[in-house]
């Protein structure tokens, strides 16, 4: 497995690479089983597996949720070495934003609503790391998890809009034994809340309506931004213990 901390060593490698069909996982590590789902579909597709770890400041509406993010390279590399990774990209974020921020990408489709009304900034900054890495990395394919299904959404549209010759791939996301989506975030709940935060899964499954699931998680201690249905799935997003954390499921047709 290498590693490629600069933008031209990366570059370099690129072009040894030329001819052959790459897979690529962007991450921003704390790395967790939905990551390594990702990793796994992308080895069994592609001839090269590409990931990139990286966290973005431009996506952080708030700092301090960009101070605590959980970092744990050491173990990151370990796993995605047993993974079968061939090419880690751990930027610097001088190498990605070497002169600020000069362009932006402003994604005009699905991305006015939810993720995109609670947090200002957020797919503007998740758009343009996703657009500068694609350019880099020049993928044939490019794996992104249902748990984040709008941001998969938004990506896509932002892909085809602008001609990228990268196939956007969904993947299925992975739960804990609870039902609790697999997060980074998790790390930072107590062992108390993390039992708890199951109730996000349960609820938005089985409640009739999204006022219910709202009222139900109240209930419990959550504060709920919001329970919307859109695209025909039923999406979350809630405080527990100051943590925000984001779930949503497909919805069964009616009977
Ligand atoms: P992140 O490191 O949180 O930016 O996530 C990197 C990629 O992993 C994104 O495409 C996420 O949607 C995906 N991902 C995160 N958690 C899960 C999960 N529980 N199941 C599937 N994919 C996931």
């Given amino acids: 497995m290498n590693l490629w901390k600069t933008v ?7 072009r040894i690479l030329e001819g052959r069909e790459i897979g690529f996982v962007p991450t921003m590590g704390a790395l967790h089983s939905g990551h390594l789902s990702l990793v796994e579909r992308c ?23 960009l101070d605590r993010y959980p970092r744990t ?7 995605l070495e047993d993974a079968g990774t061939d090419e880690v990209i751990l930027p ?21 609503i939810m993720e995109g009304a609670y ?22 394919r490019s794996y992104f998890g249902e ?24 993947c299925p996301t992975v ?18 809340a993390r039992r708890e935060a199951a109730a996000l899964f349960r609820t938005i499954s089985s409640a009739r309506l999204c006022e219910e699931a709202k ?17 025909n799935r039923r999406f979350v997003a809630a405080f527990l213990e100051g943590v925000r954390l984001i779930d949503n499921v497909a919805m069964r047709p009616p009977r």
């Fill in 73 to 79: 390279l050491e173990n990151d590399l370990r796993l």
């Fill in 175 to 192: 739960r804990e034994a609870s039902g609790l989506a697999a997060s980074s975030r998790n790390a930072l709940l107590s062992p108390k």
């Fill in 119 to 140: 947090r200002p900034g957020f797919f503007q900054g998740v758009a343009t790391v996703v657009l500068k890495l694609l350019n880099l990395i020049r993928p044939r």
């Fill in 8 to 14: 031209p060593d990366w570059l370099e490698r690129r």
């Fill in 92 to 112: 610097g974020a001088s190498e990605m934003y070497p002169d600020g921020m000069l362009v932006r990408v402003e994604p005009n489709g699905s991305a006015h």
């Fill in 215 to 231: 009222a139900t998680l109240e209930a419990q201690g959550f504060l709920v931004d919001y329970v919307e249905e859109h695209w």
């Fill in 43 to 65: 080895r069994r597709e592609n001839q090269t597996v590409a990931v990139s770890i990286f966290v973005n400041p431009t996506q952080f509406n708030d700092p301090a949720d």
């Fill in 147 to 170: 748990k984040d299904y709008q941001q998969w959404k938004v990506i896509d549209e932002m892909a085809r809009d602008l001609f990228v010759p990268t196939e956007i791939v969904a």
